[in-house]
């Protein structure tokens, strides 16, 4: 039966939509998952909290999820977004049942795989994950539980999902290149050594120096395509960050999932704020 989702998206403007429910997947990334499909046909994904749960249940790990690909829209939204990344469409924490709403994962993940990668597939994975790490590590977001589970893969693209786990930091480049091991390890788990190009090899296995995300970036020509900053807002983001940063521990540690809820929110919700909007629902 068709249900009225009401949310608010990165910005924190309203919008609402008419869905159907569709397959369930259960609790998988730490929220529960299932697809949703629009009157048009087109399929979305919603990762939510039972009611049950609400009171119990992992709240931080949605509200992690949330706040990083919000985060991931203000910077990169619009027809360039990554297509490495989820799309949000919106979120609502108010609700019996809280949400965030994205646009259709890409096929499946990298853990439903039977067999292993091709040598073709493989460095679609390869340059993909690339990609989504470059995109993280630009706007500030570390993952921090990259794996078989989170990475999906439809045959053509490869899709990093799931950040429930994920957290923004001041100066991202040692987390961003724990991410970039991790990236590593899910191309390890799914291909044949013997088989990969020896470039592909020695990025993937091999023993010496290993490039970092920023230098892999230019190999493979990522092409990196932030919206122009708005100045009114990133003096804003910036002391927010601060904030968490000193509140959670040092400067780019990964933050206790005890923290208040209300630091969480005012990450999410830092350029509505500083715009002088008041959105009602999120306290």
Same mark, same amino acid.
């Given at each position: 039966m068709p249900v009225e989702l009401r949310y608010r998206d990165a910005h924190g403007t309203p919008g609402a939509g008419v869905?159907?429910? =569709?397959?369930e997947f259960g609790v998988i990334g730490g929220l529960r998952m299932r697809r949703m499909r629009a009157p048009d046909g087109v399929e979305y994904t919603q990762r939510y909290l039972s009611a049950d749960e609400v009171t119990t249940g992992p709240l931080t790990r949605l509200e992690n999820e949330i706040r990083a690909t919000a985060r991931l829209w203000q910077v990169f939204g =619009? %027809?360039?977004?990554?297509? !490495? $990344?989820? #799309?949000?469409? +919106?979120? &609502? $924490? +108010?609700? &019996?049942?809280? /949400?965030?709403?994205? &646009? +259709? /994962?890409? =096929? *499946?993940p990298l853990a439903d795989l039977r067999g292993r990668l091709g040598v073709a597939e493989a460095q679609r994975v390869w340059s993909g994950l690339v990609s989504a790490l470059v995109h993280t590590t630009t706007a500030g977001i570390v993952h921090g539980d990259v794996g078989l589970p989170s990475v999906w893969w439809d045959g053509a693209t490869a899709q990093l999902v799931f950040f429930d786990n994920a957290w923004t930091t001041l100066d991202g480049t040692p987390a961003a290149e724990s991410d970039l091991g991790a990236v590593r390890k899910v191309l390890t788990q799914t291909t044949d050594r013997a088989l990969l190009? *020896?470039? $592909? *090899? #020695?990025?993937? !296995? =091999?023993t010496v120096r290993r490039p970092a995300v920023? #230098? $892999? %970036? #230019?190999k493979t020509r990522v092409v990196v395509t932030p919206r122009p900053p708005d100045t009114a807002l990133e003096a804003g983001r910036r002391r927010f960050d601060a904030l968490a940063a000193e509140k959670n521990g040092r400067p780019g540690s990964r933050p206790r999932r005890t923290r208040k809820i209300v630091v969480v929110l005012a990450l999410v919700l830092v350029p509505v704020v500083i715009a002088g909007l008041v959105i009602a629902g999120l306290s």
């Open positions: 869905f159907e429910y =569709g397959a =619009g %027809a360039t977004y990554p297509a !490495h $990344l989820p #799309r949000l469409i +919106g979120f &609502d $924490l +108010g609700s &019996d049942e809280p /949400y965030v709403l994205f &646009d +259709g /994962y890409s =096929g *499946r190009p *020896r470039q $592909l *090899r #020695r990025a993937v !296995h =091999g920023s #230098r $892999l %970036a #230019r």
